[in-house]
């Protein structure tokens, strides 16, 4: 018998401590709850083994603890997801576009279910970053959020200390902007556009999560959810109805 301390990172990036008791038939069962869901990671923060017998059966046992440990701690999500959690949310048309030309808002085309939900999960998360086009088809901070706008025409100056409702321009690479967002005891970043964002962070590797709304619309022609051609793999978590045209669907990043 092991026990062991516990954080799990929840969906919603909670910590929850848990301290638990458990032989080698839980472990599998963690095991494979993790993997069956990416967003959920458990670090092994302490581990205080009893003194057992060392008969051949409890050895072989001790070692095939010690190899499912060594799996839940080294999944390839790991370092990403216990790090923050970083979404893309998007409303896309039927064809795969997220404006009709790089200045048009998601707001003359979306539905108000799309909004609600944008409003909602931005609400959360309390920080939005997004490109200065984007910006300017909103044209001010929203309430309950910081807004961060990702610009090469940023002054450089220190990082400041981030108040809810206000806007802060910043020049800084993605990796670089997390850990400052990080060192604040943010959470949560949702990504909000466009394209040229979504596509940076993307190449960076720190997004773990794309909310996608589908509108039932199409433009033909337009803007793209990214600016350049990338490959990378997702996994389709959850479908869900905004309304009875629009579909909501969740993603992990798996790679």
């Known amino acids: 018998m092991e026990i062991g301390l516990f954080y799990f990172l929840s969906r919603d990036g909670f910590k929850t401590l848990l301290q638990t008791s458990f032989d080698f038939s839980c472990l599998e ?36 603890r010690q190899k499912c440990f060594t799996k839940i701690t080294r999944h390839k999500n790991y370092d990403r997801i216990i790090a923050m959690n970083v979404f893309i949310i998007a409303a896309l048309t039927v064809d795969g576009f ?19 939900w944008f409003n909602e999960r931005t609400k959360q998360a309390k920080v939005m970053v997004m490109g200065r086009t984007t910006y300017e088809t909103i044209g001010r901070g929203l309430p309950s959020r910081v807004t961060i706008v990702m610009s090469s025409q940023a002054d450089e100056k220190p990082f400041p200390r981030l108040e809810e409702g206000e806007v802060y321009f910043t020049k800084l690479a993605p990796k670089n902007l997390l850990a400052e967002l990080k060192k604040q005891n943010y959470s949560e970043v949702a990504l909000c556009g466009g394209s040229s964002i979504y596509t940076q962070f993307l190449q960076a590797g720190v997004v773990n999560k794309l909310y996608l709304t589908i509108e039932p619309i199409l433009f033909g022609s337009g803007v793209g959810l990214l600016n350049e051609s990338l490959n990378i793999n997702l996994k389709l978590v959850e479908t869900k109805k905004l309304n009875d045209q ?10």
Do not use: C, G
């Open 29 to 64: 069962n963690v095991r494979f709850a993790h993997f069956a869901h990416p967003m959920y990671v458990l670090t092994t923060l302490t581990v205080l083994r009893n003194a057992v017998k060392k008969t051949s059966v409890q050895t072989n046992k001790i070692a095939r």
């Open 98 to 116: 997220i404006a009709e030309e790089r200045k048009q808002t998601s707001l003359e085309w979306t539905s108000k279910e799309d909004k609600k």
């Open 246 to 255: 629009t579909l909501l669907l969740e993603y992990d990043v798996l790679s």
